[in-house]
């Protein structure tokens, strides 16, 4: 390796270095304003995150990273700065590659139809938000296209790219193709096999300080590492902060404690992802989580393939009782009343209230109509019969006039995020096969769960997957992980065996 | 003015609006360290709190902004923007004048010396940290030699510019020369006359929850907007975020509630101060606080002028009962107790137990020591004795051998602010000041006071203090707001009333 290619890689790690601290700064700016804030602070804390986000804009896609990325890559024969150099890489082309001036515009559109969008939903206003939309719609189109000119790749594909590198619609239809093979007769057999199981709801009211105690406790069973990490509460749960200093929420209700209680399992999965990475090469893109679909994957790991087995259900059965109870044995709380529970499935509109089973049609569906629209293949008046077609072929429900519940309900479009979706039940495969590929090293993992014996689990999943960073593709992870590369047979054999009786 | 002035003018409020953006990050994430933040991400912390430092300091101290002050200074008549020109001129040329090379060593030689302090000075290890501290004195008088020669002011005087802006060691040796005839008088009467007084400690325990209660409660009272601000806990109280959004912090002892509630007092009086700051020029140097001394003014306002009176303690007395004894009238709590409680004076080795009297004594010795220090008429070998004696004389207590208790004890020095000390004994006198002129505004305040009228107060502070940041010089400023630039009198007359018997 030459000198100068030494002495660029090296400017490299202290650009992104930077990158990385003042994005830290970000973070928890971005944490505070959900979990802390005061709301009359709003303005002056956007106006400063606007700022520095111009800031690390104008640092990451300086034309001097590009020399460097060229000089650094020419000659490097390491394997390590060739992963590095890939990683930053794509980073500086996602963001160069956009003129100042859409990334302008397109922030204004979005944020005005997001703005909007939130008293538009609740009003069912279709007319006004389908104008917006368009204006999203038009720009974002605009993005695809230079981003698919950049890449070679298909105008969605390209936007796919930001979310889930190397994945394309090829794989995704494959992948998706199966899962429509067989998921609307699962959900007919599993809502049809319930419809005459009995249960009992465990009645609150439950004291905040009690759901808090409860979540504090189940999350250091979860290996959460409170030395750098904190829970609290916002309105919409999250993971963020930085690697360093992970940040989750959740929320507390009164009348329920299965919500927050398994929303705070989904966020440790993705703090113990972050607490995990690289250490060594911190704030260079190789030691990012891989893709937002093995992020999920390591959520839906912890909260659908741990969490709602049965044998988690029996490790923290007396913690409930211990905290919601005050130790008293009550009915909803035996074991096979909580994993009736747990198991219900129930076809409905809103994606987010979803059960593990019906999920994926949510996400199919919206992969195939936002597919549509950005490679120009659909129109945004289109859009509202495509959702009710899709929803009555899925899970039987009409959406007809009913916008708020059916193509007006998630954030993501108005925000501008398409090419996001996907990543959802993505996550959920790759959860499906790590855990049956840990299964085959761990052949007692069941009973291990049910002794609250989880480190071997984890010791696993870092050392295949959360240690290793954005060191190898997504492929190429899964297929040393687990020997193959992502096969949604995993999935189907998982809630298989989970919902349907045989 | 011409074009080119304007639109220099324009650049440095672009630029000054930026910094005051990034800021706005620091603040918070600052917050985050000290109140939220686990114990093991303060490395990561630390290190994106230098980055954006570095960041700014370059920004600010950038060749065009010294080229945009001197076009746009050229030919302003308007006098805002004259001030504003000022303030921005005064920051830049602070940052500006001292050498990177400098700033980098000094940066190093006070990490280095306030960490070691933490653990010498539970040693009274004197041998070990008077090297450290001679390493910082080196640099910081030379810090001084550059400032002196920029401003023409001495070096200790240049020093004193940083907090206290205008105010010269000939100005300070009046006003504490003064305090020095009256004062260890006034400590030797008030302990006289308190030998025989009984009084009664409240006792605790305190929960936590109520002491918090509490404190919102006397905060709402004193006008704290919590729409723009919040109270959390850390180790050390401070008023800090921005004036946007302004955090103070308290800690709560279980056996005293007296020292939380006046540390939350004391916060309020700086976050109200901020909270009032001009809005509509935010992040402009003109919108900021005047200086150290005045913003120790208004805390100093709220804790002793209003929080120590018997009005006072007569208003929030069911306060106290109602948070604390459960509704229970207890001897503890009658009004003439508390204010006994209130009003001990009693000698003591460290600042910050000390009561209302004798804290000058401490400050004035501090001053004489550390104007000696900088302007090289002292070697740090001479201090141990030089605190002795003056501790001697002030408050008829001995030092001797006992450095933990006696010139280890501060972290100001060891961090490297010197200059900085006068401005708490400034802010004792500025507060009796305006609360006098206050009295002949408002004759019947102390009434309005025991009735919970504080209104009047507050808008006669904003009116003549808070809303006009840093538009004028200290001086001008005192002498609008009550007729004539700052005397010591008001204090001495505020401590003869409060604490000696005719």
Redesign the interface.
């Known amino acids: 390796m030459s000198d100068q290619s030494n002495n660029a890689y090296e400017k490299l790690v202290e650009r992104f270095t930077?990158l990385h601290?003042?994005n830290?700064?970000?973070a928890?700016?971005n944490w505070?304003q959900a979990a802390?804030?005061?709301?009359?602070?709003n303005?002056?804390?956007s106006?400063?995150?606007?700022?520095?986000s111009t800031?690390t804009h104008e640092l990451l896609t300086a034309s001097e990273v590009g020399d460097w990325i060229q000089a650094a890559s020419d000659k490097t024969q390491d394997s390590f700065k060739k992963a590095s150099l890939r990683e930053m890489e794509r980073q500086w082309q996602h963001a160069s590659v956009i003129p100042a001036d859409l990334v302008k515009a397109r922030s204004l559109v979005t944020s005005n139809c997001e703005h909007a969008w939130r008293s538009q939903r609740p009003e069912n206003d279709w007319q006004g938000f389908s104008k917006n939309l368009q204006e999203v719609l038009q720009l974002t189109r605009e993005e695809a296209r230079i981003r698919s000119e950049s890449t070679g790749l298909s105008p969605y594909d390209a936007m796919l790219e930001l979310y889930e590198s190397g994945m394309h619609s090829q794989q995704l239809d494959a992948l998706f193709g199966e899962v429509k093979q067989w998921l609307p007769d699962y959900v007919q057999q599993a809502t049809e096999q319930q419809k005459s199981v009995q249960y009992q709801m465990p009645e609150g009211p439950f004291a905040t300080e009690h759901l808090k105690a409860l979540s504090l406790e189940v999350m250091t069973l979860l290996g959460f590492?409170?030395?750098?990490?904190?829970l609290d509460v916002s309105a919409h749960p999250f993971c963020g902060g930085?690697p360093?200093?992970v940040r989750i929420t959740t929320r507390y209700r009164d009348n329920d404690f299965i919500e927050s209680l398994m929303g705070v399992i989904h966020e440790t999965g993705h703090a113990c992802y972050n607490q995990n990475l690289p250490a060594d090469t911190?704030g260079l893109p190789v030691s990012f989580g891989r893709s937002m679909g093995i992020h999920e994957g390591q959520s839906l790991f912890f909260e659908m393939q741990i969490g709602r087995s049965r044998e988690f259900l029996a490790l923290i059965r007396p913690l409930l009782i211990k905290h919601l109870t005050q130790g008293k044995e009550l009915p909803a709380y035996q074991l096979d009343n909580l994993e009736t529970i747990y198991r219900r499935v129930q076809p409905g509109f809103i994606r987010i209230e979803a059960d593990e089973v019906t999920y994926p049609a949510h996400i199919i569906l919206r992969y195939d109509i936002e597919k549509a629209l950005i490679n120009g293949d659909m129109a945004v008046a289109d859009l509202p019969d495509a959702w009710n077609e899709k929803m009555q072929k899925y899970l039987n429900l009409s959406t007809q006039g009913n916008y708020k519940d059916g193509c007006m309900q998630d954030i993501h479009w108005p925000s501008g995020a398409f090419g996001y979706f996907p990543s959802y039940t993505l996550g959920a495969m790759f959860a499906a096969q790590l855990f049956a590929a840990i299964q085959t090293t761990i052949p007692d993992v069941h009973s291990r769960i049910s002794r609250g014996d989880l480190s071997s689990i984890f010791d696993w999943l870092k050392e295949n997957i959360w240690s290793q960073g954005s060191r190898y593709t997504t492929s190429e992870l899964m297929v040393r992980a687990t020997g193959e590369d992502l096969n949604a047979s995993f999935f189907q054999q998982h809630l298989k065996k989970r919902y349907l009786i045989d």
Chains 1, 2 share one sequence.
Do not use: Q, T, W
């Not at 106006?47 to 520095?52: K, V």
């Open positions: 930077k601290r003042l830290h700064l970000s928890i700016a505070d802390m804030m005061p709301s009359g602070s303005r002056a804390r106006e400063a995150l606007a700022e520095i800031l590492d409170f030395n750098r990490g904190r930085v360093e200093d911190p």
